[in-house]
């Protein structure tokens, strides 16, 4: 009722007066800082799985590498067996 000009405090603690202005009052954090918490364990989650992503991918790119040193090195091997033929081929000519 716009005739009734008392200062007045709602639940909230904040107060209004006739003047027109409003003050007081918190600002709940605790919701605020549950979300962060929420999302910093969510980020948490995320790094862990992509770290061990990463170290599986690492430990498949390091497996690749040793086979393909063990395929040149018998590739050499055939290499170096194949002209001892030729050679000796060449020798019984």
Do not use: W
Not at 2 to 17: H, M, Y
Not at 27 to 54: M, P
Not at 63 to 90: P, S
């Amino acid at each position: 009722d716009p005739e009734i000009r008392k200062r007045c405090v709602n639940l909230d603690g904040d107060i209004f007066d006739p003047a027109g202005t409003l003050s007081g009052g918190f600002r709940d954090v605790s919701g605020y800082i549950l979300t962060k918490h929420a999302e910093y364990r969510k980020l948490l989650l995320e790094y862990d799985q992509k770290r061990t992503s990463h170290k599986e991918l690492e430990d498949d790119v390091n497996e690749q590498k040793r086979q393909l040193d063990t395929f040149n090195a018998l590739k050499n091997q055939i290499d170096m067996n194949n002209h001892k033929v030729e050679l000796l081929e060449r020798k019984f000519e």
